[in-house]
């Protein structure tokens, strides 16, 4: 009984994955039990009080669906905190989910935030979590945990690059001996492609879609290099000449010309790090190649674009998705490794 309330306390320690996208939570133990978008929506009363409606799965289905008063909010949307109150209600939210009714334990919790948070940021991150019943905070940056989700060997003396594309940023991490020796964060990434789909959409054949729509043709036709055989789908929205609902087919040739722009800017900032990159850890590079982890991996031949351009091997980790969750998991294995790697 002892012990197994002993093995319950421990085990309740926990990992977050905080992504302006997806938030993903992982129990020792347990694994990962939590796997929604950091979506929250929120109703506005008469006074201009809000209310939470949602949070998650549930909020996300909202986006663009919702009537005037009730709005989804994405409070990390570019990897800064747009919204504190939503960010700390979001944590709080997903930290509670995963507890359940264990909430007289108080986890150890370490949390990954995307690299462009600044100080205050970061407190803002680790008080919500302290206030959610965390007995103790540690933060890592995305780059990090990226890399060693992706099964990098962080701790050699050897340079290992990871390029996470998320939702609303791309952060690029050079690692080495346990630390980022350089990273890059740019605010280009999944959502960024989304619009320029949208856009494209609207100038090429005057169709207006929404961002979901924009998201839901990256993901099924969308391809950063030619195809042997080429997509096509058929697209709903609305004609902005004659104002009537209708419908186009669109190819992945379009999606490619229409992600042309934003790929770009993932590839330079790319060329960037390696730019600046010591000699000793660029002949690592060399030697390693060049590894995607975050949701926009899982964009068609997108290790070939960047490969093609760099010049470099570059390779999609394992279930892009879930690397960084995977990683902050590692750390939190490793108390040792983790308190090398938390930064206050
Ligand atoms: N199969 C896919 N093809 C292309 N993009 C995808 C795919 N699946 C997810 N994505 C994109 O990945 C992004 C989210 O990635 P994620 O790593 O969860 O972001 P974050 O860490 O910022 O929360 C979104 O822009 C989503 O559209
Ligand atoms: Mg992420």
Redesign the pocket.
Known sequence: MILDQLIGFFSSDMSI?L?????LVLVKGRGIIINEP?VVAVQRDKFGRQKILAVGHEAKEMVGKTPGDIEAIRPMRD?VIADFDMTEKMIRYFIEKAHKRKSFLRPRIIICV?YGLTQVERKAVRESAMSAGAREVFLIE?PMAAAIGAGLPVREPQGSLVV??????TEIGVVSLGGLVISKSIRT???K??MSIVDYVKRKYNLLIGERTG?QI??EV?SAVALDSELSMMVKGRDQVSGLLSRIELTSEDVREAMREPLKEIADALKDVLEVMPPDLAGDIVENGVVL????A???GIDKYLADIVKLPVFVADE??LA?AKGTGKALEEIQLLQQLANE
Do not use: F, M, Q
């Not at 992504?19 to 938030?23: E, I, K, L, S, Y």
């Not at 996470?164 to 940023?169: A, H, P, R, W």
């Not at 982890?293 to 926009?296: D, I, K, L, M």
């Open positions: 994955d992504g302006t996208a997806n938030t950091s990897g995307p995305e996470d594309i998320g939702g609303g940023t990434a999944g959502d492609i989304d998201e990256k993901i969308g982890t975050g949701g926009g899982l964009i068609r892009p998705l960084v």
